[in-house]
């Protein structure tokens, strides 16, 4: 475990990993592309693991918007359901930073209203999307902070990132965050 933090009766957890890993989470997030489909980074791996299924699920609710948040089953990843995000791509989708938080905060309430009680995060935009990593912890963390409080049935988040280096960057933000 990398950092764990308690933020307003969630469980706050920053670990190095693979997103399509996290046994013991009811929830994995898909950093989508607007069609839904299997595509490069997070979304390819998440669509290998789970199997042809998903994007056969996924097609029924394609496209979605910058923020938006949708669940789908998880099929052969660890995990009971998939919640689709489509992250704003950086300097394009406008306002970026309240697109980014929207996709942490929908994701999370969706969850909630599903009665699931943990899921867990890749660092949405950071890849294709071009969002810069250090910019982009602060508006999850957040968002994510702001959202604790009204949580009911979700009590453990958890932030994935792929790299020491995108794990560095959150741990930053996270003590900045908490002061
Ligand atoms: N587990 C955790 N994090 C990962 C993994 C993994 N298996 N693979 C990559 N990352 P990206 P975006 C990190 O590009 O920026 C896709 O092609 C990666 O290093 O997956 O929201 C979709 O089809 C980066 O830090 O998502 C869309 O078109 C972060 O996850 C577009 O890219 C997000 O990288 C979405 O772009």
């Known amino acids: 475990m990398a950092m764990e933090v ?94 980014l938080a929207d996709c942490y905060k929908n994701a999370l309430k969706l969850a909630d209203e599903h009665g699931l009680a943990s899921i867990a995060f890749p660092a949405i935009s950071t890849g294709a999307f071009g969002y810069p990593v250090e910019e982009a912890a602060r508006v999850a963390l957040r968002a994510i902070k702001a959202v604790a409080p009204t949580l009911k049935s979700v009590k453990r988040v958890r932030l994935v990132l792929y790299s020491p280096k995108d794990l560095e960057a959150h741990e930053r933000a996270l003590r900045e965050l908490l002061g």
Request: glycine share 12%; net charge negative; charged share 20%.
């Open 6 to 99: 308690q933020l307003d009766g969630v469980t706050l957890e920053l670990v190095q990993g693979d997103i399509t890993q996290q046994e013991g989470f009811d929830v994995v997030v898909n950093a989508a592309n607007a069609q839904l489909r299997p595509g490069g980074g997070v979304a390819g791996a998440i669509h290998r693991a789970a199997g042809p299924e998903l994007a056969e699920e996924c097609k029924r609710y394609a496209p979605i918007e910058p923020g938006q948040a949708v669940i789908t089953g998880a099929y052969r990843l660890p995990n009971k359901r998939v919640i689709h995000v489509l992250g704003p791509r950086y300097g394009l989708d406008e306002p970026s930073d309240e697109l």
